[in-house]
């Protein structure tokens, strides 16, 4: 089994025996298994309760042979506790996984189920290399979903990036694309006399709004709804903050979006770029990022992953000065390496020129 330290290195095993090509394939096994407890809202259903099989097949009217192997094999992978013949939640599965806790990450959970039945479809993508349903509008409420699931996603992430990332100078930073401002957030409480602003689509900001409400920095967070990819970024800034939104794009909108971010910043700022890069040669690792380009195709007009490598020099064309790999500690990124950081002319805010000057040396490895 491949563990999940090995998977965000990139270390997953080649494929060169049919031995390997069937593992590879019967991984599908425990997924499916998580995904039937939550439909079957398991989790929620056993709560801070201890069960027999014969008592919780009852209330969740499912057969009793069924519910016997589904919760072995929860009790397997330890989101389930067995004690002689009875079950109740582990820790995760009695908070992040049970609707009557307030850590309860229902959007994200709901966004990751519904991917199943879409990867399923793979092949017409493949096919056709369009995303699934392109021409079926979005739902009402959709882009709100969405944004709540990508606030539970970063939830535990993002205090651990803005623990690491030296905003040291800088008074203001634009969370571009920051969808519910949670990295925005983070970075407030890390930096007291830092002032945030999040550029994205009106009904994210919403959610973002609604996050900062409840958080004491939240006064020091601003919003701007911004079509970032057609028009250009309102107000200067020392930092923008861009994660998760080049893989959406196209290169060719990717570096239009570079420029007009070039002409957000201050004279030394910076462009911070947090992303599923590629960093080997061939372009084929690290493995999470490879496979999350297939989600791109699944759901994104022209969508992709792509290197650091020719993302800095698509940086380097729209007028950025250096650019260089910020890396964390492991286990508390986002991606393998998966940020990269692009600065602009002139002095860092903040800093001295000597020092400014040292850190325009630095390059992408």
């Not at 030296?166 to 006399?193: E, N």
Request: proline share 5%; hydrophobic share 40%; aromatic share 8%.
């Amino acid at each position: 089994m491949v563990h999940a330290t090995d998977r965000r290195r990139g270390m997953t095993p080649r494929i060169t025996t049919f031995g390997e090509f069937r593992d590879a394939v019967s991984a599908y096994r425990l997924p499916r298994i998580l995904l039937t407890a939550l439909e079957l809202d398991l989790f929620t259903k056993i709560g801070t309760r201890r069960w027999t099989i014969p008592q919780l097949a009852k209330t969740l009217s499912v057969s009793e042979r069924g519910l016997s192997i589904l919760c072995r094999n929860l009790a397997m992978s330890g989101l389930l506790i067995k004690t002689g013949e009875a079950y109740r939640n582990g820790r995760l599965a009695s908070t992040a996984l049970n609707a009557r806790h307030a850590a309860y990450r229902k959007d994200y959970l709901d966004l990751m189920a519904s991917h199943w039945q879409d990867w399923a479809r793979l092949s017409e993508s493949v096919r056709t290399g369009r995303p699934l349903d392109e021409d079926v509008p979005e739902e009402p409420g959709y882009r709100r979903r969405f944004t709540w699931a990508m606030h539970y996603r970063t939830l535990e992430t993002a205090p651990k990036i803005a623990g690491q990332v030296d905003l040291h100078g800088a008074d203001t930073l634009l969370d571009l694309g920051g969808g519910p401002g949670t990295y925005a957030m983070a970075f407030l409480a890390k930096h007291p006399r830092l002032r945030a602003t999040v550029g994205d689509r009106p009904e994210a900001l919403e959610v973002a709004r609604e996050i900062a409400s409840t958080h004491k920095a939240g006064s020091r967070l601003s919003y701007v709804p911004v079509d970032f990819t057609k028009e250009a970024i309102p107000g200067t800034y020392d930092v923008i903050w861009y994660s998760n939104v080049l893989h959406i794009y196209s290169p060719e909108t990717n570096r239009a979006v570079f420029r007009r971010a070039r002409a957000a910043l201050n004279p030394g700022g910076r462009l911070l770029i947090q992303d599923a890069f590629l960093h080997d040669r061939e372009g084929l690792r690290p493995a999470d990022a490879s496979l999350f380009a297939v989600s791109m195709l699944l759901f994104t007009e022209e969508g992709n992953t792509y290197s650091a490598k020719e993302t800095s020099v698509w940086l380097k064309e729209a007028g950025f000065a250096t650019t260089r790999v910020l890396r964390m500690k492991p286990g508390t990124e986002d991606w393998e390496d998966g940020i990269l950081e692009a600065a602009a002319p002139g002095k860092r805010p903040g800093t001295r020129a000597r020092r400014t000057q040292s850190r325009e040396s630095s390059t992408v490895r």
